[in-house]
């Protein structure tokens, strides 16, 4: 063998070596913050120094970074304004409220000065995306350090961010500092903000903010300096030495989250309960008569909601989360949350639930929410209706009829687009918002009657326990089902996710074993590429013809109750896709599970033959769980 060739071999052994090693890599890039803010409560301005740590762990060379820069979205003329005032179906909160700001009530970001490492840095203001040219590329491995400062203007609350909000909170401080774009796998995420979701990228957090000493202030991270700041911070005991000046320069660290949220007002009343193992929680809301009660009711709720939280999908990480009265809606944060508080306690418990969860389901996964929003606003809405199921004493069979009902309002609308849609680029807020919450919690809502509810409940732990930090996308998501359940699932996700297609499946036909009825629809289903025979019939038995109506298929429970003598007695018939190479567990549901033969996703009728007597039987019904998504159910059952 000569050089060359051993050459050639070493080379594309290392090669593949190479891609394999990056295949199985999933890396994610870090940054380190410290900011100091000086707040002007009158003028509604700030003034920052940013000391930003980027750590490349890509295995690319960058020559650009990309910042976030949302508060230049609330400007007449901006994306968001336009966007908003030209959507069919706009938010009412937003609508063309923009473009009639004032310029004393606009939002902006003016960056005063940029170094890399010292050294002045080109960059440019593309509307809320701030675009730099590195002066040295940041290699693969490499650290890279940029110092920043800049003067910002707070809009009057408009979506999420601003001061005077609709209840009064002088300052809803969120998406308010120039932050860095998350690059990954795909690449820059560097999308305008028009008031969707969000990506971020995982670090430390360090902020200092200066304001008027009268002012109390909550959100992520845990204050470093409760001695100095008192308001309820200081723990028992300790002396709070109160500062005669007339700011107070408020302190906070957090670590491993992906954004920092504040809010601030002279007026909060501020509440700390306890989960336990370390967690304290914070309340702080305003003062009001109709619904102060409501605010010490909910509290004792809200740790119950940690504690269950906790034993059924994964540990809280953090020492601390705000609950904080503010924004214009409710909207998740890393260790906070920001929701209008004029509520009745219903209503404020399941907000307060919802944004809770997203902290399961968004800050500690962190994935693209703008790609994947049902990911986020989906399996936070399905987890959230169990948490509500548990907190409510209901103990209910089924406690996501919302959830379906909006899906179900979805797929008859005409305007339902595939949830692959990025976020931004929906037609209308209709189905974006529809595709993300409903059709969101469905897919979690019918893995469920897949795989079987034991098995999905260890999947949906497992999914934490390895998913954790990482930025899991929906191939990761599903993966970890398959692993836990055994089957294939990939079917699955590419129908649900990547199509609109339905699910409609009916009970054709009933008949005896013995006879052969004309009216059956297995008289028009001769052709073996359309009709399916499931198991053998006996002379007595029962022939039960399936049909399916719509573009998805899906694995059936047939549930067959029928009287033997003077017993009731109910069995389940399962009907596994092929495709899916396995069946659900057993989950005693409905009786006893019997597994049938395959049905092939290419042929429209199945015939299921079973051993009772026709005059046995008093009802078949194609999954009275009601967890399979079927949009007309009003032909799923047969009775006597």
Not at 74 to 98: C, E, H, L, W, Y
Not at 149 to 161: A, D, G, I, L
Not at 459 to 486: A, Q, T
Not at 601 to 614: A, C, D, F, G, S
Request: hydrophobic share 35%; aromatic share 14%; charged share 25%.
């Amino acid at each position: 063998m000569t050089h060359k060739s051993i050459w050639l071999i070493v080379f594309f052994l290392l090669f593949n070596i190479s891609i394999t090693w990056s295949q199985q890599q999933r890396w994610q890039q870090k940054v380190e913050y410290d900011m100091d803010i000086l707040v002007d409560v009158k003028k509604h301005q700030l003034k920052g120094t940013q000391r930003l740590v980027y750590y490349n762990n890509s295995n690319e060379e960058l020559t650009k970074v990309f910042y976030h820069l949302y508060f230049n979205a609330f400007q007449p003329n901006s994306m968001m304004d336009v966007r908003s005032r030209t959507i069919q179906d706009a938010d009412p909160r937003v609508g063309s409220k923009i473009f009639h700001l004032e310029d004393e009530e606009i939002g902006y970001h003016k960056i005063i000065s940029l170094k890399q490492n010292g050294e002045d840095v080109k960059f440019e203001v593309v509307g809320t995306i701030l675009e730099v040219s590195l002066n040295s590329p940041i290699k693969a491995g490499d650290t890279s350090v940029f110092d920043m400062q800049f003067h910002s203007q707070v809009p009057q609350q408009t979506r999420r961010s601003g001061w005077n909000n609709a209840e009064g909170i002088e300052f809803s401080m969120s998406q308010w500092y120039p932050k860095m774009c998350e690059y990954d796998y795909q690449g820059w995420h560097s999308n305008p903000y028009v008031g969707r979701e969000f990506h971020g990228v995982w670090g430390d957090f360090e902020v200092k903010i200066t304001i008027d000493k009268n002012y109390i202030l909550g959100g992520t991270g845990v204050l470093q300096n409760p001695e100095e700041i008192g308001h309820g911070y200081e723990p028992k005991g300790m002396e709070v030495n109160y500062n005669e000046n007339q700011n107070l320069t408020w302190h906070f660290k957090a670590e491993n989250v992906h954004d920092f949220v504040w809010a601030a007002d002279p007026d909060y009343i501020h509440d700390i309960k306890e989960v336990g193992d370390g967690i304290i929680l914070h309340f702080l809301y305003q003062e009001n008569e109709e619904y102060k009660d409501v605010w010490k009711r909910v509290q004792n709720k809200t740790v119950d909601a940690f504690k269950f939280i906790q034993n059924r999908y994964g540990k809280y990480p953090y020492p601390q989360y705000s609950i904080i009265q503010a924004g214009d809606g409710g909207m998740e944060y890393p260790m906070a949350t920001l929701i209008t508080g004029k509520r009745v306690f219903k209503s404020l418990l399941g907000v307060i639930i919802h944004e809770v969860m997203h902290t399961w389901y968004q800050m500690l996964m962190g994935s693209n929410e703008s790609l994947y929003a049902w990911m986020d606003e989906g399996f936070t809405s399905y987890t959230s209706n169990v948490v509500s199921d548990y907190l409510y004493d209901k103990n209910s069979s089924f406690p996501h009829n919302g959830s379906y009902r909006g899906y179900y309002y979805l797929a008859n609308s005409g305007v339902e687009e595939p949830m692959t849609t990025h976020a931004d680029h929906f037609k209308t807020n209709f189905a974006y918002g529809q595709a993300a919450y409903s059709k969101g919690a469905v897919f979690l809502g019918q893995l469920n009657y897949i795989v079987g509810e034991n098995v999905f409940d260890k999947g949906m732990l497992r999914y934490y326990n390895e998913w954790c930090y990482k930025h899991p996308n929906p191939n990761d998501f599903i993966r970890v089902m398959e692993k836990e359940s055994g089957l294939e699932l990939d079917w699955y996700k590419e129908y649900w996710v990547n199509t609109t297609h339905k699910i409609d499946y009916s009970i054709a036909d009933v008949v005896s074993g013995n006879k052969a009825s004309k009216d059956s629809i297995v008289v028009t289903a001769k052709d073996e590429n359309y009709y399916i025979q499931g198991g053998k019939v006996e002379k007595n038995g029962t022939r039960i013809y399936i049909e399916k109506k719509a573009g998805m298929p899906m694995p059936l429970d047939i549930v067959v109750t029928y009287t033997q003598g003077k017993s009731t007695k109910i069995i389940t018939y399962n009907i596994p896709l092929e495709i899916m190479r396995g069946n659900k567990k057993d989950e005693l549901k409905y009786g006893l599970q019997i597994v049938m033969p395959d049905w092939k996703w290419t042929h429209k009728v199945y015939e299921l033959n079973i051993n009772i007597p026709l005059k046995w039987i008093d009802k078949i019904e194609i999954d009275p769980s009601l967890r399979l998504a079927d949009v007309d159910r009003d032909n799923n059952v047969w009775a006597k």
